[in-house]
């Protein structure tokens, strides 16, 4: 019988097995800031700890931001290049949603005439904005890149749980660590010196995720190459982002429970996910015509429970284990075909039948 997580965080230490299965299934809004500090090792499983962890990091990220030129009462307007990068993808960071814009036009010309800040940001934005600095001042190697905007905004979305009135120093704080935590899983896919690298960066990603669908469905693989379409299209933006921009934002949180249970195999999750979800469009790609047909089905994925395919990818994770990536790493054609003969999919069966035979009810 499965427990429900409001039992799991209701004790003095956390089962981190129990946690994780509480996260693949998806979390409640009121869970996930606590759970996801755990997963992401904010937090350690004894929950009497907390309070003094909290404290602890609020000070160390108060003593970062003076280091930067920054503190947690104004938003100093300072003038290099990396401030300059993210004062404009600030404002465009989840735009419509009302947990960024704030107050109304005359409040926040108001607030901006008495603060005498000339930006306008709302005080979520400010947050954003203060972490985004410090920490490209703190990984002076990565800097800033367009896309932890998306990472950050979103640890302060759920942190804050989706309330910006809830965007404390604290929860700032707590965003500015656990987004360190992403950093040093993801961190090689932002560092613009792998971007044309044969072995990591951008160029190996893509080349993997052609062999992670080549490996799970050839059939659909070499219909979208048919058709003229690459990784590069579509599952590009959906790996680097974490998915971020497929989704309204309850269905993202939810797709991040599930990768953030995996902990520092987030990524290899990621082209698991991926993978399942361009095998739920399966019957409606297959179907298309051109690549005109296609391209809009996957830029701007159909409204749907995002479990159906989470199901798929978490069957695929339990049968092959992320072993699997590493093999499919370097594979040529020829070799992602002889893995599919080593684990028994070259088979005298249809697609539909052996996958009939994997997805069961997983969570």
């Known amino acids: 019988m499965n427990v429900t997580i409001d039992e799991v965080l209701n004790v003095d230490v956390v089962d981190f097995q129990a946690l994780t299965r509480c996260c693949r299934r998806g979390l409640h809004e009121n869970a996930r800031p606590d759970c996801w500090k755990i997963i992401m090792g904010f937090y350690p499983p004894s929950t009497r700890q907390w309070a003094r962890i909290e404290a ?38 989840m735009p419509s949603l009302n947990f960024f814009l704030g ?25 954003l ?19 932890m905007n998306e990472y950050v905004a979103h640890l302060l979305y759920a942190f804050a749980k989706g309330n910006s009135c809830n965007v404390t120093s604290s929860v700032e704080a707590d965003a500015f660590f656990c987004f360190q935590t992403l950093l040093s899983h993801l961190g090689d896919d932002f560092s613009r010196s792998f971007d044309f690298d044969a072995t990591c960066g951008l160029t190996s990603t893509m080349r993997l995720f052609d062999n992670v669908l080549r490996f799970f469905d050839p059939q659909l693989f070499h219909f979208m190459e048919s058709l003229g379409i690459s990784a590069e299209h579509y599952a590009l933006r959906w790996i680097m982002l974490l998915f971020t921009q497929e989704f309204n934002i309850a269905d993202a949180l939810r797709v991040w429970d599930f990768l953030l249970s995996f902990g520092d195999q987030i990524r290899n999750a990621a082209f698991f996910v991926a993978a399942s979800m361009c095998y739920h469009l399966r019957s409606s790609i297959l179907s298309a015509e051109t690549m005109g047909d296609v391209i809009p089905l996957l830029h701007e994925y159909p409204s749907g429970d995002v479990n159906e395919f989470l199901r798929v990818a ?26 599919r003969r080593f684990y028994g999919l070259e088979v005298d069966k249809s697609f539909a039948q052996i996958m009939q035979g994997w997805i069961s009810s997983v969570f």
């Open 56 to 93: 602890a990091r609020l000070q160390e990220y108060t003593d970062v931001l003076s280091a930067c030129g920054l503190d947690l009462e104004s938003s100093a307007s300072l003038k290099d290049e990396i401030t300059r990068a993210v004062d404009v993808d600030v404002p465009r960071t």
């Open 103 to 127: 107050e109304s036009d005359e409040l926040s010309a108001a607030r901006r005439e008495r603060e005498g800040d000339a930006l306008g940001f709302t005080p979520a934005q400010e947050a």
């Open 129 to 147: 904005r203060r972490i985004l600095i410090t920490s490209a001042n703190v990984n002076k190697a990565l800097g800033y890149v367009q896309g």
């Open 314 to 339: 978490l069957r695929w994770i339990a049968r092959f284990d992320f072993d699997l990536i590493e093999k499919l790493k370097q594979a040529t054609p020829e070799e992602v075909q002889g893995l």
